[in-house]
Structures are given as structure tokens and as C-alpha cells.
């Protein structure tokens, strides 16, 4: 597996971005709710955890670690807003590894095609493009939103981490962990594709 730098991934309802810093004040107007980042060892809560988040974000692109993304949400109309955000973590070329993490979506566009999009789009570029053989997602063990979601997408529980991460409020977190091969892909892609032909409930 070789080095490709973070691409535009587009799709019919999102279009993931590599983050700029043009994409910060925009970024900004959604980020800033505490809700959001409830389950995450990260939050950003003020502008200075954005700033942080970002230049983490840069600095370990450039080392060929992470890959990050700003999501957008696209609409029949041709309009679009700005949804959240998504990253490749722990990228590991020797192994031909990622683990897609750091995803967040907006509260008013969860529920709908966007965060199932992404993970497709994600997913299609991490093993017909970049050469993956394994794609894992981890979540707050307390986190059964998150759990049920990863599953549906056709990812594999493989087990929990206990007191992996240590959380703002001083506790521990438990860490789940899931994943998916790339001999699994293409049953995985089928399942993806039919979800997002299909109209929401």
C-alpha cells in the first residue's frame, strides 16, 4: 500500500473534502455543541479546540498517518451545507490498514443518507483505491447509537477495550471495536448500495 494524498470523494448526497483552513469558520457554525462529542475523547467546544483539531489533522497527513475530511451535504437542488466531518486514522502502509474515525455528523442531517454515503465513499476509496486489506471503527462501549450504526454499515464486533481512553471528565472509557476485510468488501458494497438506492423511512 502506497501514500495517495487525501482526495475529493463525491457521491450523490455528500462530497467529502480534504479539510483547509478555508473550511474552518464553516466548520465552526456546526461543531460548537457538546452533544456532539459527548462519547469522544477530543471535543471541540471553542475555537481553539477547532484550531487544534485542524492542525492535528494537517500535521499527521503530512507524516502519512491520518487522512482528513470535511463532509458536505448535497440536495436534489443543486444547494449544499456544510455536515460535519470524518477522518482515515492510524494509517499503516506496511500493513495495509485504516480505521475511519473521527466522524461526526450535524444533529439535523443525522437520520438521513449522509453518514451512510460517506462510509461508502470511505470505504470504495479504501479498498479499490488505496490498497487497504483491513478497515476498523471503534466507538465509546457506552456509545449503542454508534455500535448499531458501524454494524449496519457490515462492519465485524471484534471485541472491547476496557478503560482504553482517558475522557475530559476524568473517566475512563471503554473501547469497542469493529472492522471490516477486503475479502468481506464486496458482500459489504452490495448491502451499502441497496441502502442508499432505497427511499428513507
Wanted: glycine content about 6%; some cysteine; hydrophobic content about 40%.
Amino acid at each position: 500500500m502506497e501514500w495517495i494524498d487525501t482526495p475529493v470523494l463525491d457521491g450523490q448526497y455528500v462530497r467529502l473534502e480534504p479539510l483547509s483552513p478555508r473550511h474552518l469558520t464553516l466548520v465552526e457554525t456546526i461543531a460548537l455543541e457538546e452533544q456532539t462529542w459527548k462519547y469522544m475523547a477530543n471535543p471541540i467546544l471553542d475555537r481553539k479546540d477547532l484550531e487544534t483539531w485542524a492542525k492535528q489533522g494537517w500535521e499527521q497527513q503530512e507524516a502519512h498517518t491520518m487522512m482528513p475530511w470535511v463532509t458536505f451535504a448535497k440536495f436534489p437542488d443543486g444547494s449544499e451545507i456544510i455536515a460535519g466531518g470524518t477522518r482515515f486514522l492510524d494509517i499503516n502502509l506496511k500493513d495495509s490498514s485504516v480505521e475511519i474515525g473521527n466522524s461526526w455528523i450535524t444533529p439535523p442531517l443525522r437520520g438521513t443518507k449522509v453518514n451512510a454515503e460517506a462510509k461508502y465513499l470511505q470505504l470504495k476509496f479504501a479498498f479499490e483505491t488505496f490498497g487497504c486489506r483491513r478497515v476498523a471503527f471503534k466507538a465509546h462501549g457506552s456509545n449503542l447509537r454508534s455500535h448499531a450504526a458501524i454494524k449496519a454499515l457490515g462492519a465485524k464486533y471484534e471485541g472491547t477495550f476496557r478503560d482504553h481512553m482517558l475522557m475530559p471528565d476524568g473517566s475512563f472509557r471503554d473501547t469497542a471495536w469493529f472492522s471490516i476485510l477486503k475479502s468481506e468488501w464486496p458482500e459489504v458494497k452490495s448491502g451499502l448500495e441497496r441502502r442508499l438506492a432505497a427511499p428513507l423511512p
